[in-house]
């Protein structure tokens, strides 16, 4: 069976938001959140993802300047990326993410302290489902 499923990642500096689409490609959820250790360990956390769930796509957030320019975090999340890329042979890419932790935020409505973690979750399946829609356009 092919690997059919996208994976979703809103790439922080103390957590990941993981989302992952159904296997139809169509709709993407909130699946879980890595909380950042190291390098290594975050990149074995998310390979561990798509070696389960038969992942062909990983989709990463870049938290593009409102002018459409790379700032620090930015540059940070692209050698993240890249350092992803050289662990697997899925294609891992890239899409402009302005917006979506403020859209992910006004979707949940949540209060109490484990909000901004779900908040990473649900933005990074907008940032897939953003991905997906193009795919299906």
């Known amino acids: 069976m092919g690997k059919t499923r996208s994976l979703g990642l809103d790439i922080?500096?103390?957590r990941i938001?993981?989302?992952?689409?159904d296997p139809q490609g169509i709709l993407?959820?909130?699946?879980?959140?890595i909380?950042?250790?190291d390098e290594p360990s975050d990149i074995n956390a998310i390979l561990a993802i798509v070696d389960q769930n038969q992942v062909g796509a990983v989709v990463v957030g870049l938290p593009l300047s409102l002018n459409g320019s790379l700032g620090p975090?930015?540059?940070?999340?692209q050698d993240f990326a890249h350092?992803?890329?050289?662990?697997?042979?899925?294609?891992?890419?890239?899409?402009?993410e302005r917006l979506t932790t403020a859209s992910a935020q006004r979707l949940m409505k949540m209060t109490g302290k484990d909000r901004r973690?779900?908040?990473?979750?649900m933005a990074a399946a907008l940032i897939l489902q953003g991905y997906l829609d193009e795919k299906l356009a």
């Open 12 to 14: 922080g500096d103390r």
């Open 17 to 21: 938001g993981v989302a992952m689409s």
């Open 28 to 33: 993407a959820s909130p699946l879980t959140i």
């Open 35 to 37: 909380n950042r250790a």
């Open 73 to 77: 975090q930015a540059e940070k999340v």
């Open 83 to 96: 350092q992803l890329r050289r662990h697997t042979e899925v294609t891992v890419e890239f899409r402009d």
């Open 117 to 121: 973690s779900r908040d990473d979750a």
